[in-house]
Structure formats: C-alpha cells, structure tokens
C-alpha cells in the first residue's frame, strides 16, 4: 500500500470509532431493500420507509403480491418512490423464489441494485471484504487523493488496487463519516481531523 494512502487510513482509524452503523437492519432482505430505500436520500428517511413497508409487508411474498401504489404510499418518504417501489417489488419476486444470491457479479443484476448496494450488503451481511462507493465516499476519497476519478465504478476499482484488502471495510465506513461530517460538498476544511493529509484542503468548493 502507498504510504501516503497508509498515513490517511491510520489516521481516520484512529480518529473514528471502530463500529460506525449506518443503516440498523442485519436481516438479509430487509438490510438489501433498505439500502435501496437510501439510494438518493438520507439513512433515516430510508429505516423510516422501511419500517413502514415491513409492517405492512413483512416478508418477499407479501411485497410481491401488493398493489405498487401501496408500495409507493409507503416509502414515498425516501424519495423516487416509483422507481423504488417498482424495484423493490420485482426484486421481491426474485428472492421469494429464488433467495438472494452470494456474489457481487449476481447481486448487481438484481433489480435496483448497483455495485454500491451490492458492496454494502455483502459487508454488512456477509462479513466479507468489500468497497462501499457512494457519494460522500466519492467526494472525500477524490479530494484525499484515493483515487483520481469521480466516476463510482473506477474509483472502486483504484481503491481496491490502491489499498490491502484487509482495509476495505475500515476505509468505507471511515471515509464515508469523514465526507458525512467534515468533507460535505461545502467542505469544513478546518475543523477536519485530516487537513493535515489533505492535498486539496481549503480548496473551493467543487
């Protein structure tokens, strides 16, 4: 590993705490609909839909036999709920008959899960060694000079090559709070544990 990469990864382990939650759900199917429900909203808008469409809905079937508009009454909160309630029930019908399946490359043709959904569940449910891309860790890993793209797919990919597996999951759950909570799109460059590592500190906002 580089060791400027090495010094940016000490650090944040050191600054966060070890267990960073983000979403409270470890049942398989609930956690991967409620990572769909955060897609383009916030954690706890998307465990306030979810709750709602469980208690209504409490398993694969049950959301697979519903009436979409009932569906979209009840996650309307978390934001495009056409779209994810048009996803979350073909992917009901999915796993109501053939389970969810145990790999990235079968994940991510899932009906509304990207590679970001399908890292993440495979992390938090699996226990496995994954990359979690999203916006917030896009943002700050760009501007940490993890990676040199801004491009989701790509910028996985040079973490993964850039950093030892064994960090994986430390680095996404670390530099998403950083992006969270200091590297926001209006950056607070100088409250943040990390400008002294930053290349890009006191930069304008991109």
Not at 118 to 135: F, I, M, N, P, W
Request: glycine share 4%; with cysteine; net charge negative.
């Amino acid at each position: 590993m580089e060791s400027t990469a090495f010094e940016i990864i000490s650090k944040l382990d050191f600054v966060f705490p070890q267990e960073i939650e983000f979403l409270p759900y470890t049942e398989p199917f609930r956690f991967l609909v409620t990572v769909i429900l955060s897609g383009s909203s916030t954690d706890k808008m998307a465990a306030i839909s979810a709750e709602k469409l469980f208690s209504a809905y409490p398993d694969p079937h049950s959301i697979a036999e519903a009436e979409r508009e009932s569906i979209e009454d009840l996650i309307h909160a978390s934001g495009l709920y056409r779209a994810k309630a048009k996803n979350i029930q073909e992917l009901s019908k999915i796993v109501d008959k053939s389970g969810i399946p145990e790999t990235l490359e079968e994940l991510v043709k899932l009906p509304g899960v990207g590679e970001k959904t399908a890292s993440c569940y495979l992390q938090r449910v699996k226990g496995e060694s994954a990359v979690v891309v999203d916006t917030h860790f896009e943002r700050t890993a760009f501007r940490l000079g993890l990676t040199d793209t801004h491009d989701r797919h790509k910028a996985c990919r040079e973490i993964k090559e850039r950093v030892d597996i064994e960090y994986w999951n430390r680095v996404s759950d670390t530099v998403n709070n950083l992006g969270r909570k200091f590297c926001r799109p209006k950056p607070k460059c100088k409250e943040c544990p990390l400008s002294d590592l930053c290349p890009k500190v006191g930069i304008k906002v991109e």
